[in-house]
């Protein structure tokens, strides 16, 4: 099994280029998430899902958008990157509220 | 808004002896999770240990087990037996046990070193 899959692991933009980080999963999981990860600080919820069709906003939304078209896919873009941007993109899913969050590798994003 | 304080940045141990990783939290709420994440350098977020609000059995996992003291908000994980392969981050992280919010709390993290 997969699991929760993020592509790129790594990636350099510069400042004001737009991208897509890639989250998929395998598992029918309904619940997915996005989070940054700082040096010195835990995991901050960026967005998330309950469903496809359904997004919300998390902790720290501002300078991202998500959609939810799929079950599977819960992708996550950058529409302007600036340098604050910079730091390690997470994405999880879980199968219910009460469920074990899995986590994906990361994507480790550097905006110059 | 439900806070999670690790007030240990980093920790040693050495092998085959036993740390124990401080956590305490804030919340309003009487049902909840608390969670144990390890994170290798692989950078991997790996679930260590869970723990329900309303059980008053402390988890265990093999050579994991916690100490969660409602009343004092406090959730500490034990560590028997180190290993080398325990060298990581350790993330305590809280969830809601109600809501649709995917929303996990998680402090700042205790960096464990695992030394001969």
């Known amino acids: 099994n997969a699991g929760v899959t993020q592509t790129p692991k790594f990636q350099v933009l510069k400042t004001g280029q737009s991208m897509t980080l890639q989250c998929a999963q395998d598992?029918?999981?309904?619940?997915m998430s996005w989070y940054r990860q700082d040096p010195g600080m835990g995991l901050r919820l960026i967005h998330y899902?309950?469903?496809?069709?359904?997004?919300d906003q998390g902790e720290v939304p501002n300078g991202y958008n998500v959609s939810r078209s799929t079950t599977e896919d819960f992708p996550l873009r950058l529409l302007s990157a600036a340098p604050s941007q910079t730091s390690v993109y997470f994405c999880?899913?879980?199968?219910?509220?009460?469920?074990?969050?899995?986590f994906g590798d990361g994507t480790r994003l550097s905006i110059l | 808004a439900q806070t999670v304080t690790q007030s240990q940045p980093e920790m040693s141990v050495q092998e085959a002896e036993t740390v124990t990783l401080s956590c305490t939290y804030d919340?309003?709420?009487?049902?909840?999770?608390l969670f144990w994440y390890k994170q290798p350098p692989s950078r991997q977020m790996i679930l260590v240990i869970r723990?329900?609000?309303?059980?008053?059995q402390n988890a265990t996992e093999n050579r994991f087990s916690v100490n969660f003291q409602k009343a004092a908000k406090s959730f500490s994980l034990k560590i028997s037996d180190s290993q080398l392969g325990d060298a990581a981050m350790y993330f305590c992280?809280?969830?809601?046990?109600?809501?649709?919010?995917?929303?996990?709390?998680f402090g700042t993290g205790t960096r464990l070193q695992v030394t001969l």
């Open positions: 723990q329900e609000a309303y059980k008053q």
């Open positions: 992280a809280y969830r809601d046990f109600t809501g649709t919010a995917s929303k996990l709390t």
């Open positions: 598992m029918n999981h309904e619940y």
């Open positions: 919340t309003s709420e009487s049902d909840y999770y």
């Open positions: 999880a899913s879980r199968r219910g509220p009460n469920q074990p969050q899995h």
């Open positions: 899902s309950v469903g496809a069709g359904i997004t």
